[in-house]
Structure formats: structure tokens, C-alpha cells
């Protein structure tokens, strides 16, 4: 049987508390949202603006004069059942936590403010998530150009929200396509998805950007080691590409040979019969 989910009442309006998405459905408004992630974490508790005519946090540019500000309790106090049961343990060990200390990983915090860099397996070697030399720092390899950040910003795929790029396995680096040229699937070279540099280490992303090195944890939580994933290069549309490109340089061929040709030709004219 499914469990009904709790209820909390702010300024007069019924909110259901939805732990497994973080977020606030109005009872009588199911379309009417409001997500955590859009609150003020603090100490005990969500800290937001909010307008009774809207019964949601205000709209930037929106003309209600009547706004509020409103705290609601922690999670684990709204709905301690939902919580338990989202996070794994039992509503008795949840007593004395709060939000933070349940939703990320205690461990793997503690060993990364102690300075220890979050690593990813990537077909079978390990790298270093290195935010400050902003890049993917391959582990006892100095000779590898590694993979840096800045350089594959446009390999983010916003649908996988991962990044997926050409890996070369032996250099353990990035290989860039020519997508102009490209005539045929690189041999030697596999596609890889990883997730974004806030994904792999929040704490040394948030240290880089100048903001608390806890800051938005509840949402992403830390974690130590990752794996990459391969990814078919039938799924990205290079195939099409490859063919384009045949084609085209086919076409230029055919036109080279004409006006090959047709020089050709005109030398004949030109030369006159002989005498």
C-alpha cells in the first residue's frame, strides 16, 4: 500500500512533502511546486521568500507587494519515514541527524577536505579529478596531455548530462575530432561519458568558484571514485557525419577531375596542328 506522504501548512496552504524529489507540491495544486534546492539551507532548517498570492517563492520581475519570509524544519523532521526509507536505514537512526549529516557521505567529505582528490577509472586507468590544474590528471603517466576541462566544454551533452568525448586509451588523453575531415571512426580511439567537474569533485569546485567548500552537498552529494562510461559511437550521429563528408569529398574529386580535364583540353586547342 502506498504511504501518504506528509503534510505541512504554510501560510494557510497545504504542502506535500516530497523527500524522494526534494521539493513541496501543493495538496491542492499538484502543478504548484516548490523545490528545495530553490530554499536557503540553513543551520535547522529552509529559509525562502514566499507570496501567499502565489502560494510559491515570488517571481523576479512579479508585482506582489505582500511577500513573506518562511522557514520550514529539516527533512528528517518533515517526513523522517520518507527519509529513512530514501537513505537506507531505520526512523531510530535518525535521531539526533540532521539533513546534512544524512544526505552526504560523512566519509567521503571527511577524506576530501583532508586534501584527498576524488578519482575516476577510465577504461582501466585511474586519474585524478584535479579542479585546480583543471583537468583529469592521469595517475603515473607524466607524458599524457590528460584531459582538461576548458578544452571540451562543447563535448557537454546536455540530454546525458555528461560529458562525452573521443578518448585516446593508450595516450590516456583527449583525442579531438576533425569533424570537416573525418572520413572514418578513428581506429585505437572510444568514446567516454563522464559527469561534469561539480559532479566529480563539489567541494574543490566550489573552493575554485569562491564559495563554501559544502555549498549545494545535499544535492550532489561526494563521492570518491568514479567510472567512466563507454559510449557506442553509433549513438552520436558521426556516421552521418563520416558520410557527409564522403560525399563531399567525393563531389570535390569529380569536380577536380573536370577541371583537370578541361585544362587538359584547352592545351590541345592551344597547340594547333603542326606543320
Known amino acids: 500500500m502506498k504511504r501518504e506522504l506528509p503534510v505541512y501548512n504554510i501560510e494557510g496552504t497545504d504542502f506535500i512533502v516530497d523527500v524522494a524529489n526534494l521539493q ?9 511546486v516548490i523545490p528545495v534546492s530553490d530554499m536557503r539551507d540553513v543551520d535547522d532548517g529552509y529559509v525562502f521568500d514566499y507570496s501567499p498570492k502565489e502560494k510559491n517563492i515570488p517571481t523576479l520581475f512579479g508585482d506582489d507587494t505582500d511577500v513573506r519570509t518562511v522557514k520550514i524544519p529539516e527533512l528528517v523532521q518533515l517526513d523522517p519515514t520518507g527519509m529513512a ?19 552526504v557521505d560523512q566519509h567521503a567529505l571527511g577524506r576530501r577536505l583532508m586534501g584527498q582528490l576524488p578519482t575516476i577509472d577510465i577504461a582501466g586507468h585511474t586519474f585524478f579529478v584535479d579542479i585546480r590544474m583543471d583537468m583529469l590528471r592521469p595517475k603515473d ?22 560529458y562525452v568525448i573521443p578518448y585516446n586509451p593508450k595516450k590516456h588523453e583527449f583525442h579531438e575530432l576533425d569533424h570537416d575531415k573525418i ?43 568514479f567510472e567512466a562510461k563507454t559510449v557506442d559511437w553509433k549513438e552520436t550521429g558521426i556516421e552521418e557525419v563520416i558520410q557527409d563528408n564522403l560525399k563531399r569529398q567525393q563531389k570535390q574529386q ?18 594547333g596542328p603542326k606543320l
Open 24 to 32: 513541496l507540491i501543493e495538496k491542492a495544486n499538484p502543478e504548484n
Open 85 to 103: 526509507e530514501k537513505y537506507g536505514c531505520t526512523v531510530q537512526e535518525l535521531q539526533g541527524k540532521t539533513d546534512f549529516a544524512l544526505m
Open 141 to 162: 603517466d607524466f607524458l599524457s596531455n590528460g584531459i582538461v576541462f576548458s578544452q571540451i566544454d562543447y563535448c557537454f551533452d546536455d540530454e546525458r548530462h555528461a
Open 183 to 225: 572520413t572514418a571512426i578513428p581506429k585505437d580511439i572510444i568514446l567516454i561519458s563522464f559527469p561534469h567537474e561539480s559532479m566529480l569533485d563539489p567541494v574543490g569546485y566550489n573552493k575554485k568558484g569562491g564559495w563554501d567548500e559544502t555549498y549545494g552537498l545535499k544535492e550532489t552529494n561526494v563521492k570518491s571514485h
Open 254 to 271: 569529380q569536380q577536380s577531375k573536370k577541371t583537370d580535364e578541361s585544362h587538359k583540353a584547352g592545351k590541345r586547342q592551344r597547340k
